[in-house]
Nanobody, 117 residues
């Protein structure tokens, strides 16, 4: 099983970034996928998720700014982040809850997003 995130970087407040997660080694199309983040000195927190059927969920702080999507043909899940704020700075992780489970058991290594002026 592999989850490989990409797309992080340094961006100014108000800017945009698009994260992508490439998945392999499990039945992606039947798995729920999520993005989490961990800021320095804080616990990892939920950001967004998309179910195998396409239902989306977001934490309140990113609603209206972030959009999650998936491409089952490419085994990828993306997170489009707009209107970025300083407080969005964190290490962003992709995670998978395999079919038939409710727990995110597969995790990527993370990609750093830094919002700074």
């Amino acid at each position: 099983v592999q989850l490989v995130e990409s797309g992080g970087g340094l961006v100014q407040p108000g800017g945009s970034l698009s994260l992508s997660c490439a998945a392999s080694g499990f039945t992606f199309r039947m798995s729920n996928m999520g993005w989490f983040r961990q800021a320095p000195g804080k616990e990892r927190e939920f950001v967004s998720a998309i179910t195998w059927s396409g239902n989306r969920d977001y934490t309140d702080s990113v609603k209206g700014r972030f959009t999650i999507s998936r491409d089952n043909a490419k085994n990828t899940v993306d997170l489009q982040m707009n209107s970025l704020k300083l407080e969005d700075t964190a290490l962003y992780y992709c995670a998978a809850a395999p079919y038939g489970t409710s727990q995110y058991s597969y995790w990527g290594q993370g990609t750093q997003v830094t919002v700074s002026s």
